[in-house]
């Protein structure tokens, strides 16, 4: 029985950072709260509102944003289309003026140091990562809901069964690797073609492309401005931009017009090893700045880990050969049911399980498509995907004052690098010599992360976080 049924669409989605966990998914919940105001018929009646945070959103919530996503989510904006260069400006509207339009239709007193409470020493016992929304109503009636952001942008209520999402029949039901290769080998359809038909019981063939093209446009995109855009990072940290000037000592002082002119480009720097790895790094940096800045990303399968797999899908496109849509859709959904893989028997969230669960996530899932995109067998995916993981086991999540920025943008880096060697070495192995299955690593992980100290579970407690000294402005 499969405990949970996951689309390409919940592994991606696109959203602004810098954290899936701790801005996509308030922001989300937030925009949840309003609507169940609607609902219940009483949007009007509220008077007041006033936000609890818990645990890790409340001892990194400055950091990462959250009070922000939440004050959005609440006035009824949306993650996928508001303009990001308007997050401060209307955040600094609603503090300054003391009011708060919900959902944009009733506009209410809001004191912001009052109403947004970051609780750090108080926890909920179902995940680290929980708000209480309370609203108190004319008629002296008040409501109180809490959400769980459960990592990469998913949300859980209070009281609520799983994610509240319709079930559908799949073909091909999958909750382990094992239980994937099972469907590979009955049907001879690879990982990516079995990963299609299951889509198809949500929605068309069609559609189900038109969606991963808008991915690939928005993933495109965010490496290219990454790769342009010079300046500092905010959070008080001034954390200089690498990949523009990275982009410009690889490539020169030309001008080009738009992702597709900069990639021939980029080709035409050649293949050396050092040149390779220099533009991984490179698309990885620029992704993560992008996202650090609360600019627009793709989860992926959240925003911390966010650059490693455009990294190495644009190492794919131009190092080989690989800028074609049938590929880039092979890549997508083959990433995807990795991802899946891991938040079903394990986490994708560093609340739970430190940094393992989205740097190593997402290395796996990169090396897996990786894999599948270079020809690899699909026994030969999945060992590609258990070798990345492999080699993140027990990764902290320790990101200095709260923001993700260091080490967690130079750590989008390495789970690329990582997930490309992970990947040629499962293509130059017979994988029926394998020693650990990816059920094994995933196993593994999940048992890691249950044993992990919770100051290295992006509480910034400890680590890093702990032994660089900084002096961060007062929020």
């Known amino acids: 029985m499969v405990r949970e049924q996951i689309s390409v669409f919940d592994i991606f989605k696109i959203g602004i950072g810098p954290s899936s966990s701790h801005t996509l998914g308030p922001w989300r919940a937030a925009q949840q709260f309003v609507q169940s105001l609607e609902q219940k018929d009483v949007l009007q009646l509220v008077e007041q509102v006033k936000i609890l945070l818990y645990g890790s959103l409340a001892k990194t919530g400055h950091g990462h944003g959250t009070d922000i996503a939440i004050l959005l989510g609440l006035s009824g904006d949306d993650p996928v289309t508001f303009e990001v260069d308007q997050v401060g400006p209307k955040t600094e509207h609603i503090k300054n003026s003391r009011l708060l339009s919900l959902a944009g ?51 859980v209520k209070d009281g609520a069964e799983g994610l509240q999402k319709a079930e559908v029949d799949l073909p091909f039901p999958i909750d382990t690797a094992n239980n994937l290769l099972h469907w590979c080998m009955k049907t001879g359809l690879k990982i990516s073609e079995v990963v299609m038909e299951n889509e198809l019981a949500w929605r068309s063939e069609q559609e189900t492309l038109q969606g991963l093209y808008l991915i690939f446009k928005e993933l495109k995109e965010c490496i290219y401005r990454g790769c342009h855009t010079r300046g500092t990072l905010p959070g008080g940290l001034n954390v200089a931009r690498r990949a523009a000037s990275l982009n410009k000592r690889l490539i020169g002082n030309h001008t080009y017009n738009n992702f597709d002119e900069w990639i021939l480009a980029i080709r035409a720097t050649g293949n050396s090893f050092q040149n390779t790895l220099d533009w991984v790094s490179c698309f990885a940096l620029a992704v993560n700045e992008e996202n650090a800045s609360f600019g627009r990303v793709v989860t992926a399968p959240t925003n911390g880990a966010a650059g490693v797999i455009p990294a190495v899908l644009a190492y794919y ?118 020693k650990v299955s990816l059920d094994a690593v995933v196993r593994t992980m999940w048992q890691t992360a249950l044993d992990m100290n919770s100051k290295y579970k992006e509480t910034s407690d400890g680590g890093l976080a702990i032994n660089i000294p900084i002096s961060l402005p007062e929020c």
């Open 317 to 434: 496109i131009v190092f080989c050969d690989g800028y074609k849509n049938e590929r880039i859709v092979q890549f997508l959904l083959t990433a995807s049911e990795v991802g899946s893989i891991f938040k079903k028997g394990a986490t994708i969230s560093a609340a739970m399980g430190g940094c393992q669960a989205e740097i190593g996530v997402s290395s796996a899932m990169a090396a897996a498509a990786l894999t599948e995109c270079l020809g690899g067998t699909q026994r030969q995916v999945l060992m590609a995907a258990e070798i990345a993981m492999e080699h993140h086991l027990g990764l902290t999540c320790d990101p200095i004052g709260g923001l993700v920025q260091v080490p967690c943008i130079e750590r989008n880096t390495m789970g690329a690098i990582k997930a490309i060697t992970a990947s040629q070495l499962a293509l130059q192995t017979n994988p029926d010599n394998a």
């Open 105 to 155: 239709k009733k506009i209410i007193e809001f004191d912001f140091n009052g109403d947004l409470l970051f609780l750090y020493n108080e926890s909920l016992p179902f995940h680290p990562n929980a708000v209480t929304f309370q609203a108190f109503l004319s008629n002296g009636n008040a409501i109180s809901e809490t959400y769980y952001s459960i990592g990469g942008g998913f949300v």
